[in-house]
């Protein structure tokens, strides 16, 4: 809203969990670990405000409870504060403090937006709410604003939107030193008017400054329907912005897109966390990305690769579909299952694409069942294996912690013309996102590439492969990187564009096909 208007953002999530970043997490307890082009690991929210906002966002734009007292306790073991008692008030929150001036400073923009995760009374968000009440005080009112965004859920029984879980959320926040200026409802329809006049009353501010994120059919239309309610024009009103007329022009194209399919397509995407899709998150907007450019919904099944590990004979669940995608992950879990999808796609010549782990499983499947070493495997699934085609990075090897260590953010990569991955992005240098442990061993490149893989991007040095294709398969593309953390709506990813591309020129074709 702010954009369209003609103003530069940035966007700072602030996480009140003791970790340091999400680089440690499980998926399946906080969601997808989003990579910045610096390096980070961080909240999957923050890939949200990159799609979004179109704007690449630094690692230092995630601020987490363990990176705020790690600062402070070792500036008190350094004998920083000249002898004082350490106290959340005021050294942990002035230390907030300036990590939100100082990224808003780096940015060099116009409003610094700053979302305070966590729910209204959770006891480790206190300081972060202290630290931005002070923040008024010390910026000013003209320069400040507080949207506080709550909960009106909707009885099934009469149908009624209850506002009081939000009431109590706004007393509970006056209660702590913070008025909300804008109370925006997230409710699954809009407000109706006595429900708006109870929420402005009880939250004390005036109806205009109360708004709907009512549930849509695409995600991409809630700035239009915010704004539409008067929000945008409310915000630059209340702080004192000069109030240009906005233009949505290309936004509102990019949500048709979404909204005007001509054609559809079914992808597998065969791993290990398939129970919680926010666990692949960036991929499955990189897929819509590209089928919104296509004009083709993407449908996309979940697929426990475990199920393949059980019961070999469910892989053929997998011809009905128009494509297979094997996406990252971790550890020996469901490995043997990619590694049977990965060759499924493969004999049958269906459009593939593998990212990080599944790029490194198919390096697997084609070393076992193209060049015929039966055992060849990763040293992080098995350790003893005899063929390790998939080996620890070497700069890897001396690391004894987790957080933070792995190769990660936006590195070059040289692509060899004439190969699909090339006319893919249609350039010679790229920069792609990174976040793994281990890469293809150099000792097998030859044996591999003798039998028909063709190595198509590496890295500037020549010593790290980062794509690999069949040259006879209808798409079958591997990627070291993480090419969905750049995918942006209406500016898809290269690789998941010509795979949904693919995948919709074998679907046209077995329709077409007569039986």
């Not at 069942?369 to 090897?397: K, W």
């Not at 920069?431 to 003798?450: A, I, K, T």
């Amino acid at each position: 809203m702010l954009q369209v208007r003609g103003f530069s953002v940035t966007a700072i999530k602030i996480d009140p969990y003791l970790n340091v970043d999400a680089g440690t997490m499980n998926p399946y307890m906080h969601g997808e670990v989003f990579v910045t082009e610096d390096g980070g690991e961080i909240d999957m929210d923050l890939g949200h405000y990159e799609r979004f906002l179109d704007i690449n966002l630094p690692k230092d734009n995630n601020i987490t409870t363990g990176q705020i007292y790690r600062e402070v306790i070792e500036r008190e073991r350094r004998g920083d504060y000249l002898g004082a008692c350490v106290q959340v008030v005021p050294h942990v929150t002035d230390e907030i403090k300036r990590r939100i001036r100082l990224a808003g400073r780096r940015s060099n923009v116009d409003i610094v937006i700053v979302e305070v995760g966590g729910t209204v009374g959770d006891i480790e968000s206190l300081p972060f709410l202290e630290a931005i009440r002070q923040m008024r005080l010390e910026e000013g009112y003209e320069n400040t604003l507080f949207v506080h965004v709550a909960l009106v859920p909707i009885l099934d029984v009469t149908g009624e939107q209850k506002t009081k879980p939000c009431q109590h959320s706004v007393n509970e926040l006056r209660r702590i030193g913070i008025q909300p200026d804008i109370i925006v409802a997230r409710c699954s329809i809009p407000l109706n008017n006595p429900a708006k006049h109870k929420i402005a009353l009880y939250g004390s501010v005036s109806e205009e400054a109360v708004f709907t994120s009512y549930t849509v059919d695409c995600i991409y239309k809630v700035p239009l329907i915010l704004d539409e309610q008067g929000m945008g024009n409310y915000i630059v009103s209340r702080i004192g912005l000069k109030s240009n007329t906005p233009n949505w022009s290309y936004w509102k194209s990019v949500v048709t897109s979404f909204l005007n399919y001509e054609h559809e397509v079914k992808i597998a995407l065969c791993g290990k966390y398939a129970k919680l899709a926010d666990a692949y998150i960036s991929i499955n907007e990189a897929l819509k990305h590209a089928g919104a450019k296509l004009k083709t919904k993407v449908n996309i099944d979940w697929i426990e690769t475990e199920i393949f590990e059980e019961s070999p004979e469910k892989l053929n669940i997998l011809s009905k579909y128009d494509g297979i995608l094997v996406p990252p992950g971790f550890g020996a879990r469901g490995s043997e299952g990619k590694i049977l999808s990965v060759k499924f796609a493969r004999e049958n010549n269906i459009p593939f694409l593998g990212i990080c782990f599944g790029f490194q499983m198919s390096i697997i499947e084609f070393a076992r069942n193209v060049v015929g070493l039966d055992d060849a495997n990763s040293t992080e699934i098995d350790p003893e294996t005899a063929n390790p085609v998939i080996d620890l990075l070497p700069e890897q090897r001396n690391i004894r912690f987790l957080g933070g260590t792995m190769r990660l953010g936006a590195h070059p990569i040289i692509l060899e013309p004439g190969t699909l991955t090339y006319k893919l992005y249609g350039k010679t240098i790229v920069y792609e996102r990174h976040r793994h442990r281990y890469e293809v061993n150099p000792s097998y490149w030859d044996l591999l590439q003798r039998h028909g893989l063709i190595f198509s991007g590496r890295s500037p040095d020549g010593q790290r492969i980062e794509f690999v294709e069949l040259p006879r398969h209808r798409f079958f593309l591997g990627s070291q990187a993480h090419p969905e953390f750049k995918s942006r709506p209406g500016k898809p990813s290269p690789p998941y564009l010509g795979f949904v591309k693919a995948a919709l020129e074998y679907s046209l074709q077995r329709s077409s096909t007569p039986v």
